[in-house]
């Protein structure tokens, strides 16, 4: 079985997420049977306007010869597969801010909606 690991690539950043895919790709490749990579998707989060078009750049990435899919973070997990798990290691802060909703622009309160979206998940997925 072919398990293709998705998540986030920050340049320069590396933190327990980052340890946490290469650990499970190293636990997934000593599994007979089990061949597994990790793809690290380019991530910027700042200015938020660039937010849709990461979130476009991974829905719209097609993945080939894969036959099991595990996301780890926003936006990484939005990449479709039929046979995806996501094991959600950080939700986008940015979208659940602890500032109520009543003072927040409508441009952030339109940020927010896309990534809560509930069309990012899809019926085949799991969620772990």
Not at 34 to 61: G, H
Not at 66 to 93: C, E, M, N, T
Not at 117 to 122: G, I, L, N, T, V
Request: hydrophobic share 45%; proline share 5%; glycine share 4%.
């Amino acid at each position: 079985m072919k398990v293709l690991v998705v998540n986030n690539a920050a340049p320069f950043i590396r933190g327990g997420a980052e340890e946490l895919a290469d650990q499970l790709v190293l636990r997934l490749n000593a599994t007979a049977g089990v061949e597994a990579e990790l793809l690290r998707i380019p991530f910027r989060w700042e200015p938020a306007d660039c937010i849709v078009e990461q979130i476009l750049l991974n829905l719209k990435l097609q993945l080939y010869e894969v036959d099991r899919v595990i996301g780890l973070k926003f936006p990484a997990y939005l990449i479709p597969h039929s046979k995806k798990v996501i094991w959600l290691l950080h939700q986008f802060r940015q979208a659940w801010p602890e500032t109520t909703a009543r003072r927040l622009c409508s441009r952030t309160l339109r940020l927010q909606h896309l990534v809560r979206m509930p069309s990012c998940w899809s019926r085949n997925q799991k969620l772990i």
